[in-house]
């Protein structure tokens, strides 16, 4: 019986895609959402949170893989630009006794310079351009 319901669903999902870091993400959302609305009982945040969820089921059971995996890698670029961005936010903390980070003119690339009040002149290791920087904190 229960071996039965299993090879179904297996037949089922066969050439479907399932379940990736998305999908989970979008769950997450679902649920945080849901948590939040039953505070404040907004209408349109009832709206967003099913959307989601039809989404997420939809991706879930969808036979356009390709299409499916695109979608996930353009998501995993923008979760990893978001965790760099708080990464570097954790490293101006930890280190704001010690040093400033100022980003290059010329190549945005972020620099870590030691604390040094006024006006510096400072070559960046990247690209190799001088540059003044005003430290005043
Ligand atoms: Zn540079």
Known sequence: MFRKFVDALRRFMYGRYGGDQLYFALIIIFFVISVVNTFIGSYLLWILQYVLLIWA????????IYKRRQENRKFLGIWQSIKNFFAY?????????????????????ALRLPIKKGKNSVKCPRCGKSFKVNIWI
Do not use: E, P, T
Not at 57 to 64: D, E, G, I, K, Q
Not at 89 to 109: E, S
């Open 89 to 109: 936010l954790g490293d101006k903390f930890r280190d704001r006794k010690v040093c400033r980070y100022r980003k290059c003119k010329h190549c945005h690339a």
């Open 57 to 64: 089921v939809y991706r879930y059971f969808s036979r356009n």
